[in-house]
């Protein structure tokens, strides 16, 4: 049984910085798609970006990119993501998911892509 568990979230001032950890027990694989989500409050949840075949390809949203590097640590089964340049709209409550049916990350934006999620870690930014 996989099992996702994430860490890192907290409250920062605007143009700050954290780095959210997804810490994977169970057995995954190279062809096991990575992905970050976040969830505002009376919003929908939304992809933010996704990591594939250990670093082979990594995805972005727009609203984050050049901003936000996600990248994995295969020795110690963790994803990371590096937030830059923190936002108030980067306010939300955030996911880490994984593709455990070994689709790859084509379709990485897509929530129903995921069926391993973790409880999330927030993430507050103040202006």
């Known amino acids: 049984q996989v099992k996702l568990v994430e860490s890192g979230g907290g409250s920062v001032q605007a143009g700050g910085s954290l780095r959210l950890s997804c810490e994977v027990t169970?057995?995954?694989?190279?062809?096991?798609?990575m992905g970050w989500f976040r969830q505002a409050p009376g919003k929908e949840r939304e992809g933010v970006g996704a990591i594939y075949g250990g670093g082979v390809g990594t995805y972005y949203a727009d609203s984050v990119k050049g901003r936000f590097t996600i990248s994995q640590d295969n020795a110690k089964k963790t994803v990371y993501l590096e937030m830059n340049g923190l936002k108030p709209e980067d306010t939300a409550m955030y996911y880490c998911?994984?593709?455990?049916w070994g689709r790859g990350c084509a379709n990485w934006l897509e929530t129903g892509e995921y069926n391993a999620w973790g409880q999330g870690t927030q993430v507050t930014v103040s202006s």
């Open positions: 998911a994984a593709d455990l």
């Open positions: 169970g057995l995954i694989y190279k062809s096991t798609c």
